[in-house]
Structure formats: C-alpha cells, structure tokens
C-alpha cells in the first residue's frame, strides 16, 4: 500500500456503526471486565488498552498511522514534540552517559540537549550534520545518541545521512533523526537506515495548528541493534520497576515498548485522544499539502530572489541553491517544505517588513496552513550576543517564512507592498 492510501486507512477497523470518521475515545480508562483479564493486561500477556496515559484506542490509530507512513514498525505518540525527543533521548541514555547532537536543530532541542539534560547527568556534544567528519573522534563507549534533524529548523541545513549513517553502523550505536519539517512525504528516515524518527506533530501533520503533539517511530530492525548490544544495559538486563522484565526476550518493538512502559508510565507525557484525532485529521491530507506548501515556497522563494532590495534568499528548493544537490538526491519529487529564509539591508527595515504585512501571521509556529513570518533578531533570538548570531546564520536583517496554502499570488503581493 502506498503512503497516501496508509495515511487514510491504516490501523482504523470501522465499529458497528460503520463510522467513516476514526471515533474519538474520550476516556480515561476501560472495563476489563474479569480480574484474570486485568491481570494478563498487566503482564503483557494480551495487548490492550489499560490506562490512557499508557494507551488509547484514538491514539493507538494515529500511532498506527504514523508508523506506517514512516515505514516503521512501531510508534509511540506523545503529548508534544518536545517530550517525544526527550523520550527518544532517555529511552537509551542515563546520568553518567553521553549524547551527540548536530549542531543545526531547533532552538528547544539545543536547550534540552545542552542545559537540561546536563542537570540529570547527561552531557551533550555537537557535530556537523552536514560536514559529520569528525563524528566518529566524539564517539566514546558512553555516547548512545547520535540526534539531528533531516531539513532543520530554522538553518533549513540537510545533513549527510550516508556518513553519519556509516559511522553509527560502524559503532553500533542509535541514530535519531527529527523529521518535523521534512515529514514522511518528502523523506522517510528509517529508509535510509536511520533507526529512530522523532516529530513534532504539532506542525506539518497536524496542518493547521490547531494541537500540540509529538511522536517517535523505530525502525523495523532496530530489535536487532539493541538485542545483546552492551552499550544498551537497559534493554537486556531486568527492569527492577518492572518486575525484572528483560526487554530484550520479547516479541514486541522494544524501543517503543520501553518507551511507553517505563516513560510514559513515570513521566506522563500522553497526548489526550482529542488532539490524537485532530493529528489523524491533519496526516490524512499531509501528502496533498506538502506538495503545495512546497510549490507555493518555491514561488515566493523565486519572487524574493528578483526583488531589488532582498540581500539574499535561501531555499534548498531552488535550482541554484548550494543544498539542491541534496534535495534531489533525498526528497521525493524535489519538494523541499514551507520555510525559507531571506535576509535585507538591516534591523529596522526587516522589523518594517513584518509589520506591514497582511497575510503573513506575525507568530512562532511552522507548518501551519496560514502563512507566518518572524524576525530571528528581535524575537527568537533577541538574546543570543551579535558574534553568536552570525554562528546561527542569523543577521539583523534576516527573515523567516513559514509559508502556507494561500494562494502564492496573495502572498506574493503581500511580500510586495511590504516591501516597498
Ligand atoms: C516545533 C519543533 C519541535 C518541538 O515540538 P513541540 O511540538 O513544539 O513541542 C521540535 N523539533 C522541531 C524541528 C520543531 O520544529
């Protein structure tokens, strides 16, 4: 089954009733009926729904979902982005360990990977996501994290998937690859052999902002690199919180079941089945709207690009951008996504910009259907020293766009007349 059809139908058996809309099971728990039936829930010796911050009926359609369209083998959905990369990251790391993280990824990413994680005992160090040459001097036999992003938010930097690839294969160590901004449609990670795909839902799936979300996803083998490797204790030596269960026995994806037994469990992030269904909603038009968040970027990247008094545009999209290489060896039909950058003369004028819009949202969201625009320098990044912005690739006068389903005339137009 293709992509498109999986993202409608996967995982959803209509009831009696023969709903066409996946039902929203509004429920904190379920009914096992007979005490032997609770007691098998409980030792995993039947699957089912127990507690729905363990598992959802809603929620267990969208992760089938999610896992099918990414051509993974399981899928655990979560209450944001945020806390599916920092499961991602906990499921194989403890105090005492090590992480490697691209130096290009979201803003959030960095302060959890670098700041807080510290505080529990995690340390962090970074590489070049598309330069990962020296990738392979940071690993050491306490790393068990090598974490970037496939199209990164915001430098829009594609990494090296081969290279890094190879060199986690070489150290049997997991690879973690945040694929918010890309989205399946445009490249599937655990294809490439990455092990692990992480989303923020929140943006492209969900569509049209309308709930916070997130998921992870493993790779159909990835049982086989956790399975007596050493440098992962907690997946082959008993679980003490869970009567000694030894993940590695059994025949389930046990990154995702660790991940939702033991995490989930303890640290709660579950999404309500409310915004699980609003996430199915928006992955069942993904495909559509990828193609025209990508079309619609590609014009108003063009347009910018003539425009006299823009310095400089930057969307891997275009023919003569540095990364379009990469977009057409990795993306499927050369789409490249909704953000772009632009950069004009400085400070004042980009702040002009903004405010003379009218289509364009002056909010910190992507991957909404409405277009957005920021202004790095004086929000996201307005407390970030001058030399370390240059760092960042942001200047004074450096623009983003989320760009939406808008027709792209209108917001060519819109662009125009702000700028004068
Ligand atoms: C937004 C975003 C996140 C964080 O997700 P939330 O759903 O906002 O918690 C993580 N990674 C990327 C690339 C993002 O764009």
Not at 130 to 141: A, F, G, T, Y
Not at 325 to 339: A, P, T, W
Request: proline fraction near 5%; include cysteine.
């Amino acid at each position: 089954m293709n992509q498109e059809t999986q993202a409608l139908h996967v995982g959803y058996e209509k009831n009696d009733f023969g709903t066409m809309s996946v039902p929203i099971y509004q429920t904190t728990a379920y009914d096992f009926e007979t005490a032997e039936k609770a007691a098998n829930l409980f030792a995993l010796k039947e699957l089912g729904p127990i507690y729905t911050r363990l598992n959802n009926p809603t929620t267990d359609i969208f992760e089938t979902r999610m896992a099918s369209v990414e051509n993974g083998e399981a899928a655990l959905a979560n209450a944001s982005g945020h806390s599916a990369i920092l499961f991602s990251i906990i499921n194989l790391a403890s105090a005492g360990d090590n992480i490697i993280v691209s130096n290009k990824v979201y803003g959030g990413t960095t302060s959890l990977t670098t700041h807080t994680l510290k505080r529990f005992g995690i340390t962090c160090k970074n590489f070049d996501s598309s330069n990962p040459e020296d990738l392979e001097d940071l690993i050491d036999e306490n790393s068990k994290v090598i974490l970037f992003e496939s199209l990164s938010n915001p430098q829009i930097a594609i990494p090296n998937v081969e290279k890094i690839v190879q060199i986690a294969q070489k150290y049997n160590i997991v690879t973690i690859c945040d694929n918010t901004v890309a989205t399946p449609i445009l490249f599937q990670p655990l294809n490439h052999g990455i092990d692990v795909a992480v989303h923020s839902t929140s943006k492209y799936i969900n569509g049209q902002g309308t709930a916070i979300g997130g998921a992870l996803i493993q790779r159909k083998d990835l049982n086989d690199k956790l399975i007596g490797n050493k440098r992962y204790p907690e997946f082959n030596e008993p679980d003490e919180s869970y009567h000694g269960l030894i993940y590695a026995e059994l025949p389930f994806p046990i990154y995702i079941l660790r991940a939702r037994l033991s995490l989930m469990r303890d640290f709660g992030a579950a999404p309500s089945p409310f915004n699980s269904w609003l996430n199915i909603q928006g992955l069942e038009t993904l495909h559509v709207r990828m193609r025209e968040h990508s079309r619609n970027t590609y014009k108003v990247a063009k347009f910018l690009k003539s425009h006299p008094k823009v310095k400089s545009v930057s969307y891997p999209g275009l023919e003569d951008d540095p990364q379009y290489h990469l977009v057409e060896k990795y993306f499927k039909d050369n789409m490249s996504s909704g953000l772009m950058n632009f950069e004009v003369e400085d400070f004042e004028y980009a702040k002009s910009i903004l405010n003379s819009t009218k289509i364009f949202a002056v909010a910190t969201n992507i991957g909404d259907s409405k277009s957005i625009i920021t202004h790095p320098a004086s929000t996201t990044h307005s407390q970030v020293p001058m030399d370390e912005l240059k760092e960042a690739g942001v200047n004074p006068g450096s623009i983003r766009l989320s760009v939406g389903l808008e027709n792209a005339d209108d917001l060519i137009e819109d662009l125009k007349s702000a700028l004068g």
